[in-house]
């Protein structure tokens, strides 16, 4: 989705008007990076994850870790960061468009996400207040309220399938 959004603005920052001449190089250096980014994300989750059953398993962490991702590594192993810090260590060589901001396909939330869920991060404390925590359980109702709504509109799978098949 990024990427196709990322097209989108380059379009439209160029009028529609296509030219081999350093727009080829941009579009290849823009989808190359982005590509990049999702091989990095995911190398992160068999690096990361907590199994150690196998020889792939084991295998994965004794490799050094690629030079491409060696700096977001080194910059979330420890404690998460600011999205912002986040956003310009991974967009510094990026291709950037004169009147868009480019941002990562993936967030320091999502890297968070990743590392919180690999046993990380697990002796970083932090305390909310009242009132974040009163916001939080009224955004978990809402949602909560609006699939059960879902529910009660729509048939499970397994009953719409059966009455599908027996058309």
Known sequence: ?????????????????????GMGAFI???FSMQIDELVNFIYMH?????????????????????????SIHNAVIDGPMSQLAFSDLVMKDRPQFRFHRSSPTFTAGHWWELLKGC????????????????????????????IDGVLNIFPNHYDYLTEWYER
């Open 46 to 70: 068999y690096r990361m994850s907590t199994k150690n059953d196998t020889l792939f398993w084991k295998e994965i962490k004794e490799k050094p870790i690629p030079d491409k991702i060696l």
């Open 119 to 146: 046993g990380k991060y697990e002796n970083i404390k932090s305390t909310y207040s009242d009132n974040f925590i009163k916001y939080g359980k009224m955004m978990l109702d809402v949602h909560s309220n609006r």
């Open 1 to 21: 989705m990024n990427a196709i959004d990322n097209l989108g603005k380059l379009f439209f920052e160029t009028e529609c008007i296509y030219n081999d001449e």
């Open 28 to 30: 290849s250096k823009m």
